[in-house]
């Protein structure tokens, strides 16, 4: 079946400007996590969806980052005012998760974002 | 918390030899542990996971793990090194509470020679 899909694959902004990158899930899935995999701090968690739960933010590194999910499937993760630092691949993951072990996570491919 | 530790930045093998990637890890609780594996401009794949059924864990493409709780490593090896093995290799951690996240460790790049 089909995997996890994120969009634009690569996308170049300028300092400043608002970017919005997108994440389709493995349908059925029920938990969606954001990842940013950058080069001075490696792999990192930055959000994490479940249901109909709130979204546990923890690990955003500041208020210019955002993220919603949006009937319990396709979600969005906005960062405002993008700064050269936020140069990364942000990468999605889904899961189903359960009551009893700890479940797979499957991952996109990953958005690669240059901040100019 | 939970936290880990890959030995080697980079390893490097000849083909046909054997493949051995170390990680250690650190967990408040009992820890699941994972093994995904990044090829050049390709998204992470599961190689194979550990969740406290049988201490040696066996994957995709011939690699697999041992659980060592009293040495808490989980190293990553595979027999035989095939060219197509060169890749990023990250040892993750996860605990069965509250968001599941994983953490990643920094990474093993696997050059595998001709």
């Known amino acids: 079946g089909a995997g996890v899909s994120q969009s634009p694959s690569n996308k170049v902004t300028e300092k400043g400007k608002d970017v919005e990158l997108r994440c389709d899930p493995i349908s059925g899935h029920t938990a969606l996590y954001w990842y940013r995999q950058s080069l001075g701090q490696g792999l990192e968690f930055l959000i994490y969806f479940q249901g109909n739960s709130a979204p546990d933010k923890s690990g955003l590194p500041s208020d210019r980052f955002s993220a919603e999910r949006t009937g319990g499937s396709v979600s969005t993760l906005t960062i405002q005012r993008t700064q050269q630092e936020d140069s990364a691949v942000y990468l999605c993951?889904?899961?189903?998760?359960?009551?009893?072990?700890?479940?797979?996570?499957?991952f996109g491919p990953g958005t690669r974002l240059l901040v100019l | 918390a939970q936290s880990v530790t890959q030995l080697d930045s980079h390893v490097s093998v000849s083909e046909g030899t054997p493949v051995l990637l170390r990680c250690n890890y650190s967990?408040?609780?009992?820890?699941?542990l994972f093994w995904y594996v990044q090829h050049p401009n390709k998204g992470l794949q599961l190689l194979l996971k550990?969740?406290?059924?049988?201490?040696l864990v066996k994957g995709i493409n011939g690699f697999e793990a041992e659980f060592k709780k009293s040495e808490t490593s989980f190293h990553l090896t595979k027999p035989s090194a095939h060219m197509s093995d060169a890749a990023e290799y990250f040892c993750?951690?996860?605990?069965?509470?509250?968001?599941?996240?994983?953490?990643f460790g920094s990474g093993t790049r696997l050059q595998v020679q001709p």
């Open positions: 967990s408040s609780y009992s820890p699941s």
């Open positions: 550990y969740t406290s059924a049988a201490t």
């Open positions: 993750v951690v996860s605990v069965n509470t509250g968001r599941r996240a994983l953490t």
């Open positions: 993951a889904s899961s189903y998760r359960t009551s009893g072990g700890l479940e797979t996570q499957y």
